[in-house]
C-alpha cells in the first residue's frame, strides 16, 4: 500500500509516468522537464501562461527550477521497482530456501531450472527444455495432457502423439514442430519484404507530403498577391472616387455661382424693363395727344433689346485633372495584372524547370520521319532505310530519350494531318516488334489514343471511350510519378481534364508516339506543373 501511494505521488500529471528530471513552477506544483516544456510551448502562441494543475497564470513564460530532492526520490524508487521486479521474476522451482533465477524450463517436468540444478537435470529426449515460462501448461494438450510435439497442417493446430494416434487428429498428415518451425524462416522473410515495402511507403509518404506542403506554401503566396492587388485596386478606385466626387462638386459651385450672377443681372433686366412697360401704359392710357408726344426718349422706350444678348449659359464643360487619368491607367493596369494571376491560376501554376522532350531515332519505326530538331514526327508512308535494331519498333511509334523516375512532369504535343494516332508514356522494355508493342495494348504502357474520329484511353488492351466532344488539335500529358498518375488534358480555353490513369509506377517512364498517317510535334514542357484547379 505505502509503495502504491509514493508511486501515485511521484507520477508526472501530464505524461502519467514518474519523473524524469522534474522541474517546479512558482506555484510549488512538479512535472518533467520535457512533459511542461511542451506546455508552455503551446502556449507561446497565445501569451498566457498557466499552471495544469491549477490554472494559475503567469505573465511571462516561468522558469523552470529543477527539483533535486523529487529527482533523487525518483530515481532512487525506479531502482527500487526493478529489483524487486527482478526478483519476483520466474524463479527456480527447487530453490526454496532464497529465489534463484531460472535459465530453462522442463516441459515434462513442468518445473525452471537454475544453473546449479540445470546441470544435474535428466538429459534424456523426453525432457524437453525452453526459454523460463510460467505457463508450462500452455506446452501440453489440454484433452490428453502430453506434450505438443507435432503440427497437424489440416486443423493448423500443435498436436500431442496421442492426439495423432487417438484422437480428433487421427489419420491427418502432421510435421514435427522442429520441421513445422521452418515457416519461421519464411516468415521472417516475408516481414522482411513487407518492412522494406512499408519503408519504401513511408518515403513515398514523406514525400508527397513535402510536395503537399510547398503546394499550400504557392497557394498561400498566390492568395496573398491576389489579396494585395486587390486591396490596392479597391484602394486606387476610392482615391480616383474621392477626386472624381471634389471635382463634381467644385464644378457644381462653380456653376452655380455663375448662374447665380447670371440670374441675378436678368432678374435687374426683368425690374428694369417692368418700370418701362408701367410708363408706357401710363402714357397709352392718356388723353391728351400732345403730353404723349412732348415725352422725352420715347424711341428707347419702344426698344426693349438690350446690348449684349442673351447671356451664353453654355461652355461649361470641365475636364479631370491629368493626374486622375494617371490614377485610372495604373488602376487598369493592376486589374490586367490580377487577370493574369487569375488565368495562372485556371491554367496551372508553373515554376523553373524545363523537362525537355527529344525524340530517339534509335528507336523510331521506318515509316516515321523525324525532324532535326528531334521534336516531330511525321509519317511518310516511304522506308526511311534505317538498320534493324533491337531497340527500333517495327510499327509507326517512337519513344523520348528521356525516361522519368520521380517527380512532376507535363509536355504538350500538336497533331496536324490528323487521322489515327496515340500518345503516352511506357516503361523502356516495351515489346517492340509484335502487335502488343502498340502502346496501350500491354502493361508497360498507358495512352490516348484517336481513331475513326473517336477518342479512347487505353492501358493492357482495356478502352474506356471518352464520352466528350474533343474539338482541339493541341494536348497535355502529365505526370506525377510519387503520385503514382499520368493524365491528358485537352489544351482549350479553358484547359480540359480528359482521363487519369493510376498506377504504381516501377520503372522510368519514357514518352511516346504513335502516328499514322499524321504528323505529331511535341511543343515543349516543364517539370513540377501544378494541374489546374
Not at 286 to 306: A, K, N, S, W
Not at 479 to 503: K, V, W
Request: some cysteine; overall charge negative; aromatic content about 6%.
Amino acid at each position: 500500500m505505502t509503495s502504491a501511494i509514493l508511486r501515485d505521488e511521484l507520477l508526472c500529471s501530464i505524461c502519467l509516468s514518474t519523473f524524469k528530471d522534474p522541474v517546479m513552477l512558482r506555484c510549488g506544483h512538479n512535472f518533467c522537464r520535457v512533459c511542461i516544456g511542451r506546455v508552455l510551448d503551446t502556449q507561446d502562441e497565445s501569451g498566457v501562461y498557466s499552471c495544469p494543475e491549477c490554472r494559475e497564470e503567469f505573465q511571462v513564460r516561468p522558469a523552470l527550477m529543477r527539483n533535486i530532492n523529487l529527482h533523487n526520490v525518483a530515481e532512487r524508487f525506479l531502482i527500487t521497482q526493478q529489483e524487486q521486479e527482478e526478483i519476483t521474476g520466474i524463479c527456480c522451482t527447487y530453490c526454496v530456501d532464497s529465489p534463484v533465477p531460472a535459465v530453462r524450463s522442463c516441459l515434462l517436468c513442468e518445473a525452471s531450472l537454475c544453473d546449479k540444478h540445470l546441470r544435474v537435470h535428466s538429459k534424456s529426449p523426453e525432457h524437453v527444455l525452453s526459454d523460463p515460462s510460467t505457463s508450462l501448461e500452455k506446452r501440453k494438450c489440454s484433452v490428453h495432457k502430453k506434450m505438443l510435439e507435432y503440427y497437424c497442417t489440416e486443423d493448423a493446430a500443435c498436436i500431442s502423439v496421442s492426439c495423432s494416434l487417438a484422437g480428433e487428429n487421427w489419420g491427418h498428415q502432421v510435421e514435427m514442430l522442429d520441421e513445422a518451425s521452418e515457416k519461421k524462416e519464411k516468415l521472417r522473410n516475408v516481414l522482411q519484404k513487407l518492412n522494406t515495402k512499408r519503408k519504401e511507403t513511408e518515403e513515398r509518404v514523406r514525400s508527397l507530403e513535402e510536395r503537399r506542403r510547398k503546394a499550400q506554401e504557392q497557394a498561400a503566396g498566390e492568395a496573398e498577391r491576389v489579396t494585395a492587388l486587390c486591396t490596392d485596386i479597391r484602394r486606387r478606385v476610392d482615391n480616383l472616387e474621392k477626386k472624381v466626387l471634389s471635382e463634381i462638386s467644385r464644378q457644381e459651385k462653380e456653376e452655380s455661382l455663375s448662374l447665380s450672377a447670371l440670374i441675378h443681372q436678368l432678374e435687374i433686366k426683368k425690374d428694369e424693363l417692368s418700370r418701362k412697360m408701367r410708363h408706357i401704359e401710363e402714357l397709352c392710357n392718356m388723353t391728351d395727344p400732345l403730353t404723349v408726344l412732348q415725352e422725352p426718349d420715347t424711341g428707347d422706350l419702344c426698344d426693349p433689346e438690350e446690348e449684349g444678348g442673351d447671356e451664353d449659359t453654355g461652355g461649361h464643360d470641365k475636364q479631370l485633372h491629368d493626374g486622375d487619368d494617371l490614377d485610372v491607367a495604373v488602376i487598369s493596369h493592376t486589374l490586367h495584372t490580377l487577370c493574369d494571376v487569375i488565368s495562372g491560376i485556371r491554367s496551372g501554376i508553373y515554376v523553373e524547370g524545363p523537362a525537355d522532350i527529344l525524340l530517339d531515332v534509335t528507336t523510331a519505326g521506318n515509316n516515321l520521319l523525324i525532324s532535326d530538331d528531334l521534336k516531330t514526327a511525321t509519317w511518310t508512308g516511304e522506308k526511311q532505310k534505317r538498320p534493324e535494331t533491337a531497340e527500333r519498333f517495327q510499327n509507326d511509334q517512337v519513344m523520348s530519350r528521356r525516361g522519368f523516375t520521380s517527380g512532376r512532369h507535363y509536355w504538350d504535343v500538336e497533331i496536324s494531318r490528323s487521322r489515327d494516332w496515340s500518345v503516352g508514356m511506357c516503361y523502356p522494355r516495351i515489346d517492340r516488334r509484335r502487335r502488343q508493342s502498340v502502346i496501350g495494348f500491354n502493361n508497360k504502357s498507358w495512352s490516348f489514343w484517336r481513331s475513326n474520329n473517336q477518342y479512347s484511353v487505353i492501358h493492357d488492351s482495356k478502352m474506356i471511350r471518352l464520352p466528350e466532344k474533343v474539338s482541339s488539335n493541341r494536348f497535355r500529358i502529365y505526370l506525377d510519378y510519387e503520385a503514382g498518375q499520368l493524365s491528358f488534358y485537352e489544351l482549350c480555353d479553358p484547359i480540359r481534364h480528359l482521363h487519369t490513369f493510376t498506377a504504381a509506377f516501377s520503372e522510368p517512364l519514357h514518352a511516346v508516339l504513335c502516328v499514322y498517317e499524321s504528323s505529331i510535334k511535341i511543343l515543349g514542357g516543364r517539370s513540377n506543373w501544378v494541374k489546374p484547379l
